[in-house]
């Protein structure tokens, strides 16, 4: 789950199934924009913006022991 201080996004990572939520307009989550056409960009925006989230919080990674 992410929300970015209006939007409240889900993501049920391997089943292709999720939840968009617009918290200013629906303060009750009654309105899920996942499958809503309108939303198609801001679905991608907001999967992208998951997604960085989520490489953000995993460090840099293995330091290299060798150039290439």
Not at 3 to 18: C, E, T
Request: no cysteine.
């Amino acid at each position: 789950m992410r929300f970015d201080g209006r939007y409240k996004s889900v993501v049920y990572h391997g089943h292709g199934l999720g939840e968009i939520y617009d918290l200013e307009n629906d303060p009750g989550e009654f309105e899920n924009l996942w499958d809503d056409p309108a939303a198609r960009e801001l679905k991608g925006r907001l999967l992208l913006e998951h997604l960085d989230a989520i490489a953000a919080a995993g460090g840099p990674g293995l330091e290299r022991s060798e150039a290439y």
